[in-house]
């Protein structure tokens, strides 16, 4: 019994350890990410500075589940746009042509700015898994929420009939109306960021 304690300690405790480094890594290291439009300009994450929070959510084109969330992510930044908070998609890697990143905007009618991150530097700095992963940070790059958008999904493919929690969305709630966020961090399920 004592060892199995101390592994579910030495567990907890790594998982702590992780979470404080994403969250140091980003902090110290935002301002030096530079990202790149799909008309190949270059976005820096300086921009935040301006917002009252950045909602920064991983997509990959073809997967479903990104294609799935399009309209939800849609109807968020709309209204939370009006109280500062900003919604950026990336799109980690090479591994997309902006011909198919403008063909996701088109097709699922994105109303926020997209991104490559082709070092994958800043899935890296905030310790992204999967896609759709969403991350809220403040405008100092302090880590507010990370994971995933409600309960949906509850596994690659599946889908509730009715979301019965909306964890992301209770989070920015609770940032423009300057409460804690009692769900911080969830974990996204998605298709994997290789």
């Known amino acids: 019994m004592f060892e199995i304690m101390n592994k579910i300690i030495a567990i907890l405790f790594f998982i702590c350890v992780e979470m404080v480094s994403a969250q140091n890594a980003f902090e110290k290291n935002y301002s030096s990410i530079q990202l790149t439009t799909p008309d190949q300009k270059i976005f820096s994450l300086n921009e935040i500075k301006k917002n009252t929070a950045s909602v920064f959510v991983f ?9 799935s969330y399009s309209l939800t992510l849609n109807q968020l930044c709309d209204q939370f746009k009006p109280s500062g908070i900003q919604f950026y998609g990336v799109f980690p890697g090479h591994y997309n042509t902006s011909e198919e990143m403008n063909e996701f905007q ?3 009618h994105i109303r926020f700015l997209l991104m490559t991150d082709p070092e994958k530097k800043l899935v890296k700095s905030l310790g992204a898994k999967v896609s759709p992963e969403v991350f809220v940070v403040d405008n100092h790059g302090k880590i507010l929420y990370r994971g995933r958008i409600d309960d949906w999904m509850y596994g690659i493919g599946k889908k509730k009939i009715s979301v019965n929690t909306h964890e992301f969305q209770d989070a920015l709630n609770a940032i423009v109306h300057h409460q804690p966020i009692k769900v911080p961090e969830t974990k996204a399920i998605g298709c994997i960021i290789e």
């Open 106 to 108: 088109s097709r699922y």
């Open 59 to 67: 997509l990959l084109p073809d997967c479903p589940s990104c294609q």
